[in-house]
């Protein structure tokens, strides 16, 4: 599986993006995908998640009700943010795993197979 992660760039406080992970390869197989991001001198930190059969999802406390996903995990995810602040910028990642994760463990980083490559976020004040 291969994933291609797309959609960042600069923007005011208060705007909004939208991030895009395509995968491609096999992708039957990936049933949860998420999103981490990491800023500079910081350690990656989860954003969000989803796992396919049903689309349950799992936001960081710092992003939910800002972010939301759509899109197909096995295609293109998309990860719409918006009420953007400076403390959202970072590298973003998309990742995807086989297993259909349950909800306490879709937040672990070492639990992902496959990573896409980063995009930049820039939130500007």
């Known amino acids: 599986v291969q994933l291609q992660a797309s959609g960042g760039g600069l923007v005011q406080a208060g705007g909004s993006l939208r991030l895009s992970c395509a995968a491609s390869?096999?992708?039957?197989?990936?049933?949860?995908m998420g999103w981490f991001r990491q800023a500079p001198g910081k350690e990656r930190e989860f954003v969000a998640a989803?796992?396919?059969?049903?689309?349950?999802t799992s936001y960081a406390r710092s992003v939910k009700g800002r972010f939301t996903f759509s899109g197909d995990i096995k295609n293109v995810l998309y990860l719409q943010m918006n009420s953007l602040k400076p403390e959202d910028t970072a590298v973003y990642f998309c990742?995807?795993?086989?297993?259909?994760?349950?909800?306490?463990?879709?937040?672990?980083?070492?639990?992902?197979?496959?990573w896409g490559q980063g995009t930049q976020v820039t939130v500007s004040s």
């Open positions: 990742a995807a795993d086989p297993r259909r994760k349950i909800l306490s463990s879709m937040s672990n980083a070492n639990e992902y197979d496959y």
């Open positions: 390869g096999r992708t039957f197989t990936i049933n949860t």
């Open positions: 989803i796992r396919s059969s049903g689309g349950s």
